[in-house]
């Protein structure tokens, strides 16, 4: 599913001087595998996320994104890629305001073309008990709401790939315990391959693979 090599990536602060935010990274995740990213605030791990996904750029090496390669595609190229295949999941949950829930779930459907995007997204949610919160507006739904329709949202195309960046990250744990039930329960239905960022290392426990970055370096962890 994905194919890092070699892959660094380096920016200029503000003063001109070069980062180093990820340095000579290799990596393979294969179909269906659930992976952890851990390591701490400003180590790169959620750079690494994003280059991987996509949705951003690297400096040098190569990634492959099922099958095809990233390293000289535009954003909209690497866009194309991941349409109606990839879903993602992000710790501020990034809905839409003034939008239901269920319409918050239909956008990726209707942008893919997806047929009978509003009866899908309907049985999503209400499989995550929402079904009485259909349409209320996101802006008044809890966090942990917020979260289970961002969940839907990410599912809804049946994507073969989930990114999920801090998912319990603003939740309390009680909270977040539940959403990671919800993520696993809805990962093993779907088959698709999950990689998370998360600092919570107990969950990091319950995947397949688990690595570190440090300093922009990666290591797997046993």
Do not use: W
């Not at 866009?79 to 501020?92: D, K, L, M, P, W």
């Not at 329960?185 to 088959?191: A, F, I, M, N, V």
């Amino acid at each position: 599913m994905i194919e890092v090599q070699g892959v660094s990536k380096v920016v200029q602060d503000a003063t001109g001087k070069s980062l180093t935010l990820l340095d000579q990274i290799n990596l393979t995740i294969g179909k269906g595998e659930v992976v952890a990213i851990v390591g701490p605030s400003g180590s790169g791990k959620t750079t690494l996320m994003s280059v991987m996904a996509g949705l951003d750029g690297i400096t040098s090496g190569d990634i492959k994104l099922m099958g095809q390669s990233m390293a000289d595609l535009s954003e909209d190229q690497r866009a194309e890629i991941r349409r109606g295949r990839v879903g993602f999941v992000f710790q501020n949950f990034q809905l839409i305001d003034g939008m239901t829930a269920l319409e918050n779930v239909q956008m990726p459907m209707v942008i893919a073309d997806v047929k009978d995007s509003e009866s899908r997204s309907a049985n999503l949610l209400s499989e995550l008990g929402l079904g009485q919160r259909l349409h209320q507006s996101v802006n008044k739904l809890s966090g942990g709401e917020q979260q289970r329709v961002a969940l839907a949202r990410a599912f809804a195309s049946d994507p073969q790939l989930l990114f999920a960046d801090e998912p319990t990250g603003n939740l309390d744990s009680a909270t977040g315990e539940n959403i990671i039930e919800a993520l696993f329960k809805l990962r093993e239905q779907k088959g698709c391959t999950l990689v998370m960022v998360t600092h919570d290392i107990e969950l990091a426990a319950r995947c397949d693979r688990r690595y570190q970055v440090i300093a922009g370096k990666l290591e797997e962890l046993p």
